[in-house]
């Protein structure tokens, strides 16, 4: 299943392999008013949006998938996330909507527990 392989692809730290799996021209969609917000268009895009995750919160960004539900073309995934930043410490839980074509992901939508919290957590 490919949204537990994503998952799977980030706890073991390979980038590269989690990449294999999202198109060039995906979109990853994230609301609210932060500095991780808005529309992520292109796999350069998605790079900076983790690589900024990554330096935000000095490595210390962590999601452990909870449950999926999945057919070929759409996932839902819940997932549980921590990570600290600028002295303080977040632990959230967040459901994604993926969908795919070809075998890789085109789209991604994350909706958060508590936007509140996650937009004070990511204020710019």
Known sequence: MLARR??????DGDIDGYL???A???VFHIGGDSIV?????????IIRLGRLVLAETSGTFQTRLLSVEANDSYAITLHHW??????E???MDN???????RGLVTERW???ADQHAHDAFWRR
């Open 6 to 11: 994503l998952y799977e692809l980030i706890d």
């Open 20 to 22: 294999d799996l999202i």
């Open 24 to 26: 060039d021209d995906a």
């Open 37 to 45: 917000a808005g529309e992520h268009r292109g796999k350069d895009a």
């Open 82 to 87: 921590t990570a600290e930043r600028r002295g």
């Open 89 to 91: 410490r977040v632990a």
């Open 95 to 101: 459901f994604n909507v993926y969908r795919f074509e």
């Open 110 to 112: 994350e909706y958060v």
